[in-house]
């Protein structure tokens, strides 16, 4: 059978309760072509993991019977959503990794590892929620590959932790935010502007990470804690712009994990710590800048939806925000182009529609910044929030915005 040793060694794990496969590039690849290769494997299992949108493009529940646990919607797993093989778990990080170490009640952890050395193996360039599942003490299967760099300050596991090893070299997941274009030129700009030299700077994932690395070229002293890094940094730790990157996941391209193996400049650690608020809320001046889809004019933010179907979760955004406002000095931003669709719909709404769930409460939120400004929502009245958000607006629409919130007004909306 040519996937035996993989059916060995899941004959390792409990008969009920999920299956961890990890995400990014701790991806198990060799397992998942194994599950696309053979229905019978895993067959009518639940697997569970923190499967990104952009970058794990895997659907595991196409075949077999299989079912997952996510708490977050890829592409891939719209699908198996819809056609009930997939159930979303609405969590932040923080509670994620918590879950998954305790409440999940997991049958055991897939997940990709270095070559070993000297009695453990590493997690490189993936360190985010693993370990959690390790310190379980579950069965471990771990897939040994040599495209897996050995980071310097990144978690080690023993050899002997693993009921399994399992030899197979695949490409790691790679990713790429794509080029930007001047709108994002803009906002990057903009935060930018809210960001001051020896800061401790947190992005989210893609064009608005790039976009503000780019306006930072002139600052000095920054250092990078949050979920992941991309190539970007790398320039900004030699001209010395940045001087650390405290993060859990790498993402980009196999010439970057391989730059960043031995950069003694960047420690790889667990969400347990990259999102703990004991964490960020002793780090002076902590900023988060991260994308959202949509705000309305009470300053409540849709991070999730695009009209009514889900298209990422919550990941850490929340977790950061709120460590930023527990920071000395800390100030968490928000960004979004001003317009959708050729620039023919506003992502400054009156209101967030009736079927979109609230991503971000109207209380958390700090800044809003747009390409055309930034708004300071924090302390702010209701009436305050509401003009300010308006004139970071696309011009097209702030008269039609300022006579919507006026409607509301009359309507008693105004508290």
């Given at each position: 059978?040519?996937?035996?040793?993989?059916?060995?060694?899941?004959?390792?794990?409990?008969?009920?309760?999920?299956?961890?496969?990890?995400?990014?590039?701790?991806?198990?690849?060799?397992?998942?072509?194994?599950?696309?290769?053979?229905?019978?494997?895993?067959?009518?299992?639940?697997?569970?993991?923190?499967?990104?949108?952009?970058?794990?493009?895997?659907?595991?529940?196409?075949?077999?019977?299989?079912?997952?646990?996510?708490?977050?919607?890829?592409?891939?797993?719209?699908?198996?959503?819809?056609?009930?093989?997939?159930?979303?778990?609405?969590?932040?990080?923080?509670?994620?990794?918590?879950?998954?170490?305790?409440?999940?009640?997991?049958?055991?952890?897939?997940?990709?590892?270095?070559?070993?050395?000297?009695?453990?193996?590493?997690?490189?360039?993936?360190?985010?929620?693993?370990?959690?599942?390790?310190?379980?003490?579950?069965?471990?299967?771990?897939?040994?590959?040599?495209?897996?760099?050995?980071?310097?300050?990144?978690?080690?596991?023993?050899?002997?932790?693993?009921?399994?090893?399992?030899?197979?070299?695949?490409?790691?997941?790679?990713?790429?935010?794509?080029?930007?274009?001047?709108?994002?030129?803009?906002?990057?700009?903009?935060?930018?502007?809210?960001?001051?030299?020896?800061?401790?700077?947190?992005?989210?994932?893609?064009?608005?990470?790039?976009?503000?690395?780019?306006?930072?070229?002139?600052?000095?002293?920054?250092?990078?804690?949050?979920?992941?890094?991309?190539?970007?940094?790398?320039?900004?730790?030699?001209?010395?712009?940045?001087?650390?990157?405290?993060?859990?996941?790498?993402?980009?391209?196999?010439?970057?994990?391989?730059?960043?193996?031995?950069?003694?400049?960047?420690s790889f650690k667990p969400v347990s710590f990259t999102h703990s608020a004991t964490t960020l809320a002793a780090i002076k001046s902590f900023v988060s800048v991260n994308s959202i889809l949509e705000v309305d004019l009470f300053g409540q933010g849709n991070g999730e939806f695009l009209g009514e179907t889900q298209i990422t979760g919550h990941g850490g955004l929340v977790d950061f925000i709120r460590g930023a406002a527990l920071s000395e000095q800390g100030?968490?931003?928000?960004?979004?182009?001003?317009?959708?669709?050729?620039?023919?719909?506003?992502?400054?709404?009156?209101?967030?529609?009736?079927?979109?769930?609230?991503?971000?409460?109207?209380?958390?939120?700090?800044?809003?910044?747009?390409?055309?400004?930034?708004?300071?929502?924090?302390?702010?009245?209701?009436?305050?929030?509401?003009?300010?958000?308006?004139?970071?607006?696309?011009?097209?629409?702030?008269?039609?915005?300022?006579?919507?919130?006026?409607?509301?007004?009359?309507?008693?909306?105004?508290?």
């Amino acid at each position: 059978m040519k996937n035996l040793a993989w059916t060995n060694a899941l004959k390792s794990f409990a008969d009920d309760g999920p299956i961890y496969v990890a995400g990014c590039c701790g991806e198990p690849t060799a397992f998942l072509d194994a599950l696309e290769e053979d229905p019978d494997l895993a067959r009518g299992r639940t697997l569970t993991g923190v499967w990104i949108p952009g970058v794990n493009q895997r659907d595991p529940t196409r075949t077999g019977q299989r079912k997952a646990l996510t708490s977050f919607v890829t592409p891939s797993l719209q699908v198996a959503i819809k056609e009930q093989r997939a159930n979303v778990m609405p969590m932040h990080y923080s509670s994620t990794y918590k879950w998954l170490g305790n409440a999940a009640g997991l049958a055991g952890g897939i997940f990709q590892v270095s070559p070993p050395r000297d009695g453990t193996v590493s997690l490189g360039v993936s360190a985010d929620f693993t370990p959690s599942v390790v310190a379980s003490k579950v069965p471990l299967i771990g897939q040994i590959n040599a495209a897996m760099p050995e980071i310097i300050d990144s978690p080690r596991i023993p050899l002997d932790r693993f009921g399994h090893l399992i030899e197979a070299e695949t490409s790691l997941v790679e990713y790429e935010a794509g080029s930007i274009n001047e709108i994002y030129t803009a906002i990057g700009r903009n935060v930018a502007e809210l960001i001051d030299d020896a800061d401790t700077v947190q992005f989210g994932l893609g064009k608005l990470q790039t976009a503000v690395l780019a306006a930072l070229n002139n600052h000095r002293s920054l250092k990078l804690h949050g979920g992941m890094i991309s190539p970007g940094i790398l320039t900004h730790l030699t001209d010395g712009s940045f001087n650390h990157a405290t993060i859990g996941v790498a993402l980009g391209d196999r010439e970057f994990y391989a730059q960043i193996a031995n950069e003694k400049r960047i420690s790889f650690k667990p969400v347990s710590f990259t999102h703990s608020a004991t964490t960020l809320a002793a780090i002076k001046s902590f900023v988060s800048v991260n994308s959202i889809l949509e705000v309305d004019l009470f300053g409540q933010g849709n991070g999730e939806f695009l009209g009514e179907t889900q298209i990422t979760g919550h990941g850490g955004l929340v977790d950061f925000i709120r460590g930023a406002a527990l920071s000395e000095q800390g100030r968490s931003i928000l960004a979004l182009p001003a317009t959708a669709r050729q620039g023919t719909i506003s992502r400054i709404t009156p209101s967030l529609g009736s079927s979109v769930p609230i991503t971000i409460n109207r209380a958390d939120i700090d800044w809003i910044v747009t390409e055309y400004g930034a708004a300071c929502l924090k302390h702010a009245t209701i009436q305050q929030r509401a003009n300010r958000l308006i004139e970071i607006a696309s011009p097209k629409f702030r008269t039609e915005l300022a006579n919507a919130w006026e409607m509301n007004c009359r309507k008693g909306l105004k508290i």
